[in-house]
């Protein structure tokens, strides 16, 4: 496999089948002059390599390669495994995902397959093969990008039949005797025991709701789906190419395992659209919307760009970066100027090697024909491609990549996720949420945050690490618990359940360093927090704790809230902004890490020998915010020695 890059580089999303071939050279040509060094290409191209069954074409696809390659260009090539041709249908016509209604999810769009369906994965698995020969040690190749965002549009999760079978089989190796499962299930309950693996359906149109086990498990079932999906295409391209294995990640997508799909790729990327999440995929109040709607969210791309970091083991892309209005949020303003040159940098600042943009040039036609360019519809430049200039000049003395001091983490749990979508217990309990509450905490507080699997084994050199939310411990966090050095924040509900989902013998925390234990939990009404004796409140979420232990956090009404015995600290209820703030910021000071109290819009990242603030803002920020710094304008950000 391929060295990690010291070197950060540009890239953009192109779709050559798209326009004619004469154009080719000519936007080779004006890509390698912009500066940008990868060109994505193939990943939906699969009615143009095979129009019909076994009529393969890849002509074109090598004429496409040779051309921008010659240009100086280096290709990722995707795997077209989500965008099945029509064709496929009539060969496989039970392969569509179903929805939890039971519809199948009809053929029009993309990803219309169950990850489940055999004949599907064989036909990727044919396919990928075809490719991975005819490319695998093409020199201008020099990356893979399999399938397209795995489990956007909603599409992890299938209720087909094909699903339902794989389901029983992946129960059946999970618990053998069938009694182990009605046990762990609590199937008593409801006289809801099974005989045999073959009476067990998928958890949907059940009367009321179905077990929360059953779902859990469904869930982490169709995770695996997802992960030995992907597996198929790795080992096939393994055996063929050295080039690094890369999947791209959609923002906010938490149907499946990504630590577990990204351990059997090289790189982890993911596809960064802060205007659009920030419209559809943040929870935030509609003033914040308007104030940054130009701008995006301040930490929502950090967030991800920190989580991918530890997708990717260190190694990590922006696969797709937004240069201009998208086409799919319910408004789709275009960006302050400036800010497709500040997410890029934004990234490198988190330790990004590669930032693409997507795309090169708008499509008149289909779907995403309102969707900006780096060139307009006509084939002229688009704002964004200035932009993308900018930063191909700049990268050329840039430093490189480099490391990034260890201050706070934060311990996130895909299973948590979908236990928490299984139980909720409140409306608005949703282990994202929470978890990106502490986020925006930490960001506020200047510090550098790390994301860190659930195996997690060891937290040293880290000052606070936070677990929130977290359904069941495990072995290996119990001794990263345990050997801590720094302050480590845990709960609200973190260990509440088994792995199963049930209430474990030993009431939560069950953490034995702390005297605390959860007697009873209570969700909150928005309009009804509980106010804390040293400001802001509890919201949603609130834990009755049983504790003799020192009291840091306590309700007007004198209710302990947050324990604090040595270096733990358990947290017995979600806090709203004002006291979560203080909880990080208290924590951190006491670990010894220095706290700024920064404004929403600006945001700063220790990376590479070089601290970076950026201004995400729509005014300068003004000399003296920051000692040494100078003007900061909007959508800018100043990059000093650390
Ligand atoms: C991504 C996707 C691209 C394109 C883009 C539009 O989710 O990977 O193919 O659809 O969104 O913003």
């Known amino acids: ?136 040690a093409n020199p201008h190749v020099a990356a ?236 002229e430049p688009a704002p964004g491609l200035d932009e993308a200039a900018a930063v191909a000049r700049e990268l050329a003395d840039a430093p490189a990549v480099g490391d990034a001091p260890k201050q706070a983490a934060i311990v996130f749990d895909y299973a948590s996720v979908w236990a928490w979508t299984a139980q909720p217990q409140g409306a608005d309990f949703t282990y994202f949420r929470l978890v990106f509450a502490h986020y925006r905490a930490l960001r506020r507080a200047g510090l550098n945050v790390d994301i860190l699997p659930p195996d997690t084994r060891d937290f040293t050199g880290y000052g606070l690490v936070a677990i929130p939310g977290l359904l069941a411990w495990n072995e290996s966090l119990r001794a990263a618990v345990a050997g801590a050095e720094g302050v480590v924040l845990i709960g609200p509900r973190s260990g509440s359940k088994t792995a199963q989902l049930s209430i474990p013998d030993a009431l939560p925390p069950d953490m034995q360093r702390l005297g605390v234990t959860v007697e009873r939990v209570e969700t909150l009404r928005p309009d009804a927090p509980i106010a804390l004796q040293g400001g802001g409140a509890v919201t949603s979420w609130f834990e009755h704790l049983d504790t003799d232990e020192q009291v840091q956090e306590a309700t007007v009404d004198g209710l302990p809230v947050v324990i604090a015995r040595g270096n733990l600290r358990y947290v017995g209820g979600w806090l709203d902004d004002v006291a979560m703030s203080r909880l990080i910021e208290t924590s951190a000071s006491a670990a010894g890490l220095d706290v700024l109290h920064l404004p929403d819009e600006l945001r700063t990242r220790l990376q590479g020998g070089a601290r970076y603030i950026f201004n995400h803002g729509t005014e300068t920020v003004r000399a003296g915010t920051w000692p040494g710094v100078q003007d900061i304008p909007a959508a800018g950000f100043v990059r000093l020695p650390a």
């Open 144 to 379: 893979w990008q399999t399938d397209n965002e795995y489990g956007c549009h909603d599409t992890t999760v299938s209720y087909s039949d094909a699903a339902r079978a794989a389901f029983r089989t992946w129960l059946a190796r999970r618990y053998g005797q069938i009694d182990t499962l009605n046990a762990a299930w609590g199937n008593i309950f409801w006289s809801m025991e099974y005989r045999t693996y073959a009476d067990i359906d998928l958890p949907n149109l059940t009367v009321t709701e179905p077990n929360p086990s059953h779902v859990l498990d469904f869930l982490r079932f169709s995770s695996d789906q997802v992960v030995s999906f992907n597996k198929v295409q790795t080992d096939i391209l393994r055996a063929h190419t050295d080039a690094p294995l890369i999947h791209n990640y959609m923002g906010r997508v938490l149907d499946f395992d990504h630590f577990a799909v990204g351990a059997d790729l090289d790189i982890a990327s993911w596809d960064s659209y802060p205007l659009g999440f920030l419209e559809d995929r943040i929870d935030v109040d509609d003033a914040w919307r308007r104030r940054f709607m130009r701008q995006g969210d301040p930490d929502f791309q950090a967030f991800h760009h920190d989580l991918y970091r530890a997708v990717g083991r260190g190694r990590w892309w922006v696969m797709e970066q937004q240069p201009g209005p998208v086409n799919w949020a319910p408004y789709n303003p275009a960006p302050q100027p400036g800010m497709a040159r500040f997410w890029a940098w934004e990234a490198f600042a988190h330790g990004a090697e590669a930032v693409c943009y997507f795309r090169w040039r708008q499509a008149p036609f289909a779907q995403e024909q309102m969707h900006a360019g780096l060139l307009r519809p006509d084939g």
């Open 1 to 136: 496999m391929a060295e990690p890059a010291d070197r950060r580089t540009l890239g953009v999303c192109y779709y050559p089948e798209h326009w004619p071939e004469e154009r080719w050279p000519v936007d080779a040509a004006q890509m390698a002059e912009t500066g940008l060094t990868w060109v994505r290409i193939g990943e939906f191209a699969w009615s143009r390599l095979e129009p019909t069954p076994g009529d393969l074409r890849f002509d074109w696809l090598d004429r496409a390669i040779e051309v921008l390659g010659a240009a100086g260009l280096k290709v990722i090539l995707g795997t077209p495994t989500a965008t099945p041709p029509r064709w496929m249908l009539d060969k496989h016509p039970d392969m569509l995902a179903v929805d939890k209604e039971g519809r199948a999810r009809k053929f029009g769009s993309r990803r219309h397959y169950c990850f489940s369906h055999h004949g599907y994965r064989e036909e990727c698995a044919r396919i990928v093969t075809l490719l991975a020969e005819r490319y695998g």
